[in-house]
């Protein structure tokens, strides 16, 4: 293990105020490799850039990055169960290694994140040790941000056009709709008519300006399968448009599992557009009636005041006002045409050269019916039998 120079605190007083921690005032550096392993809060008011070497946080307490300049470092690891938290942004040049504890930024300030810089990269990320808040990179294409809330990790990966100049990214495990840790919410019940359910289990905020595509996934605590009539091919990935303020499709691209755990790929758009993303489903009104009715199948009609199948009914299709009906006879003759069924057929033409003998109604026999569901884009069709 490399030899570090563990920091257990300085004290200082201002203001008969006093605060432990290390402070840097501009006479802090680190030269030739060195490895510097906080166990106090590190509060820099000064420029500290580092080209070399590791600053570590461990302990068991919790450790505050507070200051009035963002510090700079080359390599940095979290082995602190406590967590640390980061009141200004922390830059990082190379690598920061994730081994227990998170990283914690404000819910409510999207410029305090933990940043990526150029290159910089990570290991060893877990539901164990990760970013809870906003992560941020600069001058990437592609990067999967190491974000979740304090008991999972739910990465997101963000693949842009071109380079992106910078893109933030944090996870929410929260309604959107009432979300505890920001003070914005995304009401749910607003959604553009292509959308039948959003999701009220968690969210992620990704802003760039820069065209991308973002893969998010899914698993049993997010609830997929409690969604009324759901499939793995009925998700959709939706935003939170700041300009219409209501929830929009972003549209699928590519999505792979089932409603227990899954994964899916967003079409192209500009994520600084929108104020959370998340899962939705395709609308439910056409979708349940689908699901429920691959077929309308084939009915039996017996007018004949018995109280009994004395008129035909197609249960569902209030679903669908906007519908039509039209009933032939076996020589393909049309005997009944309604705009807006709602069960008026008694065995009875109302239309073509039949029409003239209501009295005695239709004769018994097979007929062929087709119903047409114009707000749900759907077609039926089958046989009613007739019997006097």
């Not at 920001?182 to 292509?194: R, S, V």
Request: glycine share 8%.
């Amino acid at each position: 293990m490399k030899t570090l120079l563990h920091i257990a605190f300085l004290l200082w007083v201002n203001f008969a105020v006093a605060q432990t921690g290390l402070f840097n005032n501009g006479n802090l550096q680190m030269h030739n490799n060195a490895n510097l392993g906080l166990h106090t809060d590190f509060i820099n008011n000064a420029s500290f850039e580092q080209t070399s070497g590791l600053v570590g946080f461990y302990g068991n307490g919790v450790i505050i990055v507070s200051g009035s300049f963002s510090p700079t470092l080359w390599d940095t690891e979290i082995m602190n169960s406590s967590n640390v938290f980061l009141q200004n942004p922390v830059l990082v040049q190379n690598n920061v290694n994730f081994i227990d504890g998170d990283f914690l930024t404000p819910a409510n300030n999207q410029a305090v994140y933990l940043n990526f810089m150029g290159q910089g990269f990570f290991t060893g990320e877990s539901n164990a040790s990760k970013i809870t808040g906003f992560a941020a990179v600069n001058d990437r294409d592609v990067f999967s941000f190491p974000v979740g809330d304090q008991q999972q990790l739910r990465p997101l990966t963000l693949l842009s056009q071109s380079t992106t100049p910078l893109a933030i990214c944090a996870y929410f495990f929260e309604d959107p709709s009432n979300p505890s840790s920001i003070l914005e919410g995304f009401d749910t019940d607003e959604k553009e008519q292509e959308i039948g359910s959003v999701s009220d289990r968690e969210f992620w905020i990704i802003q760039s300006d820069v065209p991308a595509q973002v893969t998010i996934s899914w698993n049993p605590r997010s609830g997929l399968a409690a969604i009324p009539n759901a499939t793995p091919e009925s998700i959709i990935v939706v935003g939170w448009s700041k300009t219409d303020n209501e929830w929009v499709i972003i549209g699928n691209s590519a999505f792979s599992g089932d409603l227990t755990q899954g994964f899916i790929t967003s079409e192209t758009f500009l994520p600084s557009d929108y104020a959370a993303i998340t899962f939705g489903t395709i609308p439910l009104p056409s979708d349940t009636f689908a699901v429920n009715n691959p077929t309308l199948g084939n009915y039996f009609l017996s007018p004949n005041g018995d109280g009994t199948n004395d008129f035909w009914i197609i249960d569902g299709l209030e679903e669908s006002p906007n519908n039509s009906v039209r009933i032939f006879n076996r020589y393909g003759q049309k005997v009944f045409e309604q705009v807006n069924y709602t069960n008026e057929f008694r065995g009875i033409a109302n239309t073509g050269t039949l029409i003239t003998n209501q009295s005695a109604g239709l004769p018994e026999g097979v007929y062929f019916y087709l119903v047409t569901m114009d707000d749900l884009e759907l077609e039926y069709s089958g046989f009613l039998f007739l019997d006097r």
